[in-house]
């Protein structure tokens, strides 16, 4: 995202030069202009998915005229280059090959190092990480290219470009994004056990029964000792914190802890009736907190919806479609846990004619039973950041004049759909 709504492309680029480190450590230099010019850049749409070869390669002969600061391989490495030699850095843009997934030739860049090493470097694919702190995967590490005969290039370690990433200061927390989607993707499943534990009646009555005794003036510490010990399986092992608790009149962190563990025990195996005025028990519903492995379902849904509701605060920095897509991609990687989890994500790229332009969208599904056919269907715009959850897909594309792009499986769903309804007449979609 650009850092002013009106700043140009031009704007950008004064700024990025103007911010730019003052070092002579070329290899900081080069990764600061990698980062900082992917933040503001995305993938052009027309290029990317266009079948018309001929139109490609018009695109790409006219590769200096970059609107919208959507780019294509070229017009990237050309705009990188022209802004690298400003800084000092050795660097220039190559032809590497027939790219056979656009038909067309390649360009990416060749960075030479103070000590003389060549590296390559293809930016493209990195815009999205680098817009969202990930760590980049495209930088200085060495690829192969069909076509490509020249010499080899040397790659830096990702514990070198960590270190880089460390000086510039791009990591949060001292992590990359995969990271902390690492540590999320775990901590989902543990909050979402500690909350059902800590809604279920068992711990609010510990609770409870502990709040009572600290208020009671009319006990010595060791009569509340005791009332408590006839509720604590585990006394013995609890009795200091909780007598602390009773003297201090604070029930902190460890007691809460050790309530905790209790209500657990008292769960293993049982199901569980949740203290229904709690809020966040009634979205839970009834469920064994220690056997949610069994309860794959409701777990891949809930982790389905956090995923899409965060998604508005966490792309706001995305500049493109392909951008957006990319990190649901990812994002779905580190989220859902397993071979079975990860196939049952489904993402679907979905278009429209606007003002003479096809703009693109998102219909993300997910199938979280494997022998059912029921799906859930949510609607993503990555420009508004809008979320519809719970859509039918083929009634809102119509009603929204949508459709999906060629090889796209929802296409089988519109023939399905449409051979059902034929004898009423339904509206057919079309391109």
Same mark, same amino acid.
């Given at each position: ?9 031009e704007d950008s680029c004064e700024r990025i030069i103007r ?43 006219? !590769? ?12 990237? +490495? #050309?705009?990188?280059? $022209?802004?690298? %030699? @400003? ?119 510990? !609770? ?12 010595? +510490? #060791?009569?509340?000792? $005791?009332?408590? %010990? @006839? ?138 039973? $494997? ?61």
């Amino acid at each position: 995202m650009k850092e002013k709504d009106n700043e140009t492309l031009e704007d950008s680029c004064e700024r990025i030069i103007r911010n730019a480190p003052r070092t002579t450590n070329s290899d900081l230099k080069m990764l600061y202009l990698y980062n900082e010019l992917g933040k503001v850049l995305s993938k052009n749409m027309e290029f990317f998915y266009q079948a018309d070869i001929e139109r490609k390669k018009e695109i790409m002969n006219n !590769y200096q005229i970059i609107e919208n600061n959507e780019v294509i391989c070229r017009s990237a +490495v #050309n705009l990188f280059e $022209e802004q690298g %030699k @400003k800084l000092g850095i050795n660097v220039c843009a190559i032809e590497m090959g027939v790219d056979e997934e656009v038909k067309v030739n390649h360009w990416a860049l060749v960075y030479t190092s103070d000590d003389g090493k060549r590296y390559i470097i293809n930016p493209i694919p990195d815009f999205y990480r680098v817009q969202l702190g990930f760590s980049p995967k495209h930088f200085c590490v060495s690829e192969k290219y069909v076509g490509y005969k020249g010499p080899s290039f040397s790659s830096m370690s990702q514990e070198y470009i960590r270190s880089l990433n460390e000086q510039l200061g791009n990591l949060s927390g001292g992590m990359y994004t995969e990271e902390l989607l690492d540590k999320l993707g775990g901590e989902i499943i543990n909050k979402l056990g500690t909350h059902i534990i800590r809604s279920s009646d068992g711990y609010q009555d510990r !609770y409870l029964t502990l709040l009572e005794l600290i208020k009671n003036d009319k006990l010595s +510490v #060791n009569e509340k000792l $005791e009332k408590w %010990k @006839k509720v604590d399986s585990n006394y013995t092992k609890n009795r200091e914190i909780i007598k602390k608790a009773i003297e201090t009149q604070n029930i902190d962190k460890k007691v809460r802890k050790a309530i905790y563990r209790l209500a657990y025990q008292d769960l293993i195996g049982t199901e569980l009736n949740l203290n229904q005025k709690r809020e966040g028990a009634k979205i839970i519903g009834t469920i064994d907190p220690t056997s949610l492995k069994e309860h794959q379902k409701e777990m891949m849904l809930y982790k389905f919806k956090y995923m899409m509701f965060a998604l508005p605060q966490i792309t706001k920095n995305l500049t493109g479609y392909i951008e957006n897509k990319n990190f649901m991609d990812e994002a779905k990687k580190h989220i859902f846990r397993g071979n079975e989890e990860k196939n049952s994500i489904y993402r679907h790229t979905i278009t429209r004619e606007e003002n003479g332009k096809s703009e693109y969208y998102m219909i993300v599904s997910i199938k979280p039973e $494997e022998a059912s056919d029921a799906r859930l269907y949510c609607f993503y715009n990555p420009k508004t950041k809008e979320v519809k959850m719970g859509i039918e897909p083929i009634e809102f594309m119509q009603k929204h004049q949508f459709y999906p792009l060629k090889n796209s499986s929802l296409n089988q769903l519109i023939q399905e759909y449409n051979k059902i309804n034929i004898s009423e007449n339904s509206t057919t979609i079309k391109k």
